[in-house]
Each structure stands twice: as structure tokens, then as C-alpha cells.
């Protein structure tokens, strides 16, 4: 499934002439692995940033830790934050941006397993969304790659 929203997205980019950066936290990479595991990926894939921990946001996206610390690495604030980085560092024209709590351990009852915050960086902007996935830690992880490819290709068409 999520290859061919990959592949639907590779195209989009392709005929429009844009390139994206990814900036991940609880997916690891796998958006990032998404879009490179399409033929003519250098056509558009500028660079993932994979920053697992908050001092890697801080130091490779530019998040402010002082966001961090009041909102919570899993917060809209810090996605806005991971997407702009990531877009203004990269040039690119289109990125995005994920943290969440993909489990099974992690939540709380006012962040539970399977919340996970977006961010989509498109002409100098930035929108947030934060979506509530179930299931077990590898679901979770899908649903969030299908939901970013997915978007990102609304936001394009």
C-alpha cells in the first residue's frame, strides 16, 4: 500500500519539478525509505533528517528545546518546528514532518499510543495535524507513512 502512494507521490513531484525533505522521529526512516525505494528518486528526494532524540531536533532541525520542554517532543508545536527546519535547511520545496508515540510503551493519557504529529512544510508555511492510529507499534508506523504520503500528495495535486 504505502509503495504505491510512494510511487503516486514520486510522480507528482516528477511532472511538478519539486523536491522534499523528510524529517522523522517515530517512523524511522521509513518515509524516507518509502520514496527512495522508487526509481528516480534523485529526481526529487533532497535528504531524511532522522531524529529520534529531542538534542537531535534541537541540533540537526533547529527545533528550539525550549519548545520541547514546555509542549513535549510529540506536540504540533515541535512538527511545525521539525518541518520548517527541515524545509529552510534543505531547500527544498515540500517536507514533512512526524513525531509521535508508536508504543507499545510511551503514552499517557494525554498522549496515548498512537499519536502521532504532523507537520507539512509547502511554500515558506507550515500545517499541523495530529491523527490517532491503533494497534500494535509496526501499525502504527504504516499508518503514519501512509498518512504522510497520502497528504503530501493532496497538498501537491
Known amino acids: 500500500m504505502s509503495y504505491l502512494k510512494a510511487k503516486k507521490l514520486s510522480e507528482l513531484l516528477i511532472l511538478k519539478n519539486m523536491s522534499i525533505a523528510i524529517a522523522e522521529s517515530c517512523t524511522g526512516g521509513s518515509i524516507s525509505s518509502s520514496l527512495t525505494s522508487i526509481p528516480g528518486a534523485s529526481n526529487y528526494f533532497n ?11 534541537v541540533n540537526m532541525l533547529g527545533v528550539d528545546p525550549k519548545a520541547i520542554e514546555l509542549f513535549g517532543a510529540v506536540s504540533e508545536k515541535v512538527a511545525y518546528e521539525m518541518a520548517m527546519g527541515a524545509g529552510q535547511k534543505s531547500q527544498s520545496d515540500l517536507a514533512v514532518s512526524v513525531t ?8 499517557t493519557p494525554e498522549k496515548p499510543v498512537g499519536m502521532v504529529c504532523f507537520g507539512f512544510y509547502m511554500n515558506r508555511n507550515v500545517e499541523t495535524t495530529t491523527q490517532f492510529f491503533s494497534g500494535v507499534r509496526s501499525e502504527i508506523v504504516s499508518e503514519s507513512i501512509a498518512f504522510a504520503l497520502t497528504e503530501l500528495t493532496l497538498k501537491i495535486e
Not at 509521535?100 to 503514552?107: D, E, K, L, R, V
Open 100 to 107: 509521535g508515540i508508536a508504543g507499545p510503551s510511551g503514552g
Open 47 to 57: 535528504c531524511g533528517f532522522i531524529t529520534y532524540s529531542n538534542q537531535s531536533k
